[in-house]
């Protein structure tokens, strides 16, 4: 379970100079095992709660459990074995492989080779992608489909219990997006991963949150499952 408890961040408008709340006292609980999407219009926080989570961002106020844990006084190496992070521009290395892209958390761990590399097949099949196929590919060779279940699979590497997503599907066509979003439903049936998934598509949030927040400016405007949401007037 992640708890965000009063958490604020201000910024400076670089053009005036004044500061302003990208995120608002903001109290939410993301339950273990569920996917929670993080709903809301441009602009309203979304990235930078997400950012705060895994410490890419510093709060100005309030805290972040993990399991009851504050994450300010996690090792940032324990952090990134804790903490899966999937954005939507995948940011695949180019001149690696997507083999090699998949083991880069467990390689920066210092995990065993041989190990990480049974694992990399088993992530790549687990996201849909033949390994024999695949893995010796680079990222250039990809359709954007292929490389966002790339992305997913490196993120998975370390087999962290949350999953942090980023408008994870957002760069692909309607019909990619379909597909990379039941594969990963897929995925979360066996996995269940924590996951906060930021989004600002209504229909995506409904359709895989098993909670939703809304938010907006800064600040939760309603919390429920998408059956809450839609019955509301
Ligand atoms: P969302 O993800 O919902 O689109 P963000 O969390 O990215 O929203 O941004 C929230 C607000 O904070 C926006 O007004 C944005 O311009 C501002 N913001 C985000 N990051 C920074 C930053 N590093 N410096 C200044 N303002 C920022
Ligand atoms: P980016 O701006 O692409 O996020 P980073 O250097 O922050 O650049 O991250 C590079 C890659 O490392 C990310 O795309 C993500 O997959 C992974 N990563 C970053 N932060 C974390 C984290 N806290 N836990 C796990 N993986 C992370």
Known sequence: MIELQD?????QNPQTGAEF?????LDLTFPTGEITA????????KTTTLRMINRLSEPSSGRILIDGEDVLSVR????????????QQVGLFPHLTVAQNVATVPDL??????????RVR???????????????????ELSGG?????????ALAADPPVLLMDEPFGALDPLAREKVQDAFLDIQRRLHKTVVMVTHDI??????????????AGELAQFGTPDDLVRRP
């Open 7 to 11: 958490l604020t961040k201000q910024y």
């Open 21 to 25: 709340y990208a995120v608002r006292h």
């Open 38 to 45: 993080l709903l809301g219009p441009s602009g309203c926080g």
């Open 76 to 87: 940032p190496e324990l952090l990134r074995r804790r903490i899966g992070y999937v954005i």
């Open 109 to 118: 761990l210092g995990q065993p080779k041989a190990q990480t590399a049974g």
């Open 122 to 140: 088993e992530l790549l099949s687990l996201v849909g992608l033949e390994p024999s196929e695949f893995a010796h590919k680079r990222p250039n």
């Open 146 to 154: 292929q490389a966002q279940r790339v992305g997913v699979a490196r």
């Open 203 to 216: 229909d995506e949030a409904l359709r895989m949150g098993d909670r939703v927040a809304l938010m907006n």
